[in-house]
């Protein structure tokens, strides 16, 4: 009997584990996002007939967002490597972006808690974050094809569904342990008086 109930309760952690596959909580990959370039102010996505690919672009890490405008002062081709560890951001031509209170990029990354961010870049954008969202603000700076803004993201993922179902199981599963030996304590006693 006591084997039976061993080989079920092991089939049953096999199952949880199964339905919810280990995440590395620290990287982005297999993290969804929506990246979008935002233009007079942030939280206004840049929309014009011209642009190809202004956003709102959705994407699963690893991946690679491209920008372009064609518009002066705006970005003629940005491109947006989002790796494992960040964003790592390049020009594909030369120019300036136009003064305005903002005009850059936004990466949303709604499963993910961004905790704090490194930057390297020859740019002198002001890259700046908040629980799930990194800006990078290029107002009124010249760029060429040797700049660049490589920005390392710290962080964690938020759970998934998948790990609350196996913290469930593990928890039916000593509950049942729990009660189980309760009652074959239980039994004993009973002998015993």
Known sequence: M???ILGLLAIVLLLCATIAPA???DSLTGQSGTATYDY???GTVLSCPTCTNSGPTSFTVPATVDFSTGIP???????NVISATGIDISFLASSSFATATFNGEVFNFPDFTITGISVSQNEGAVVTFDANDVYVNWEGLPY???DYVDITVSGSAVPEPGALV???CGIVVLTGS???RKRTISRS???VA
């Open 2 to 4: 006591v084997k039976g």
């Open 144 to 146: 060429s094809t040797t």
């Open 189 to 191: 006693e009973s002998f």
């Open 23 to 25: 995440a590395r909580a």
């Open 166 to 168: 196996l913290l469930g």
């Open 73 to 79: 002062g705006l970005p003629d081709v940005v491109q």
């Open 178 to 180: 729990l009660l189980r």
């Open 40 to 42: 007079p102010t942030l």
